[in-house]
């Protein structure tokens, strides 16, 4: 007959092995999934777009110009992925800034920002942010964007109206709704693929993601 | 006997499973840090910057492991996060004996003047089609 103590000893060790195990599969054989939204993602009109409207891909950034992993992307994989894909007309980069502030020289920089890429050429501007992030806080910037609204109408109706601010608005709730993490993340076909990519690897995802196309 | 060591293992297991649940506990978003591209000057080693998920951001000497913190009460327009006094002294602590106040000087000009350029093309080009 088993005794309580030996009762007692048989559960600790058939609890201990069965959590040992739940940790080894865990750890070893379970590979994380990549997470899938319900619903593809459609490109809107002030969407800051790098590539042509026919590439094969659509890329969906979710960034801001304050993340330092969004601005290293820009920097050291970004070169490269434009040279491979973008160029070619393989993979388009739909860029969404997002940034939950309250903050109105960041609210105005971002407002600048997709209004000058709807009704401008946004690349100077891109790179100026990109590098100086913390120049949409200075004077001379502030002067540039009171400069963009007295040249041009357009932009002047898009920051100072309410589109960009909507849109803005828009992209926050979209991330939102969509339960993201964090930036940068990006979503190719629904796929949910979180933070910062070497080169390599987004290289992999992206051959995967036209290999599929293909088929 | 044989049953005096088998009461054993049920203990030496669930310390085993312990010791292995507690080490794998994912740290990840507790502190975030980053090598960080000192801009200003090139011949410094560079530092890594930490941040805390409360608390404000330090810079890390990587040879020393000194911790240089930013204050973010003393935040400005031109310093969001109150870190401009954490990184001159991580260039006074670290960088000086490499390279001059004149050659930091010249550096921090060079930096304004390439900002300024980017700034004066940003004004001049972006709304042209």
């Known amino acids: 007959m088993l005794n309580k103590k030996k009762i007692f000893y048989i559960l600790i060790l058939t609890v201990s092995i069965t959590i040992l195990a739940i940790v080894v599969v865990k750890t070893f054989f379970i590979k994380d999934k990549v997470r899938q939204i319900d619903n593809e993602l459609s490109q809107r009109d002030l969407d800051i777009v790098f590539g042509e409207d026919t590439a094969l891909v659509p890329v969906f950034l979710y960034a801001n110009y304050g993340c330092p992993y969004c601005r290293k992307f820009f920097s050291e994989v970004y070169p ?8 070619s007309g393989k993979v388009k980069i739909i860029l969404r800034l997002t940034f939950k502030t309250a903050n109105q020289d960041l609210i ?26 913390n120049i949409v806080y200075t004077a001379d910037f502030h002067d540039m964007i009171d400069d963009f609204i007295d040249k041009d109408i357009q932009v002047a109706e898009c920051i100072l109206g309410g589109a960009a ?18 930036v940068p993340t990006f979503i190719i076909d629904r796929k949910v693929y979180y933070g910062f990519k070497e080169y390599d ?9 036209l290999t599929q196309i293909n088929n | 006997m044989i049953m005096k060591k088998i009461k054993f293992y ?20 507790e502190e975030f840090c980053q090598e960080f591209e000192l801009v200003t000057n090139p011949t410094c080693e560079f530092p890594t910057v930490c941040c805390p998920d409360e608390g404000d951001c330090y810079y890390l000497a990587p040879s020393t492991g000194k911790k240089y913190p930013c204050n973010s ?5 031109n310093d969001k996060d109150g870190c401009n006094l954490a990184q001159e002294r991580y260039i006074e602590d670290n960088c000086d004996t490499k390279i001059s106040a004149a050659d930091r000087k010249a550096i921090k000009l060079e930096l304004t003047a390439f900002t300024r350029e980017m700034m004066l093309k940003a004004r001049n080009y972006s709304l042209c089609y």
């Open chain 2, 10 to 29: 049920p203990f030496l297991l669930s310390a085993f499973v312990a010791v292995v649940a507690v080490s794998c506990v994912d740290i990840e978003g």
């Open chain 1, 201 to 209: 690897l987004l290289k992999k995802i992206l051959n995967y993601h």
């Open chain 1, 108 to 133: 105005t920089a971002m407002k600048a920002s997709v209004c000058v890429n709807k009704f401008g050429n946004y690349e100077y501007l891109h790179q100026l942010i990109l590098s100086q992030s």
């Open chain 1, 80 to 87: 490269a992925i434009e040279k491979e894909y973008i160029d």
């Open chain 1, 165 to 182: 601010y909507d849109y803005l608005k828009q992209n926050i709730e979209e991330f939102e709704a969509l339960k993201l993490k964090g």
């Open chain 2, 73 to 77: 009460s003393l935040a400005t327009a």
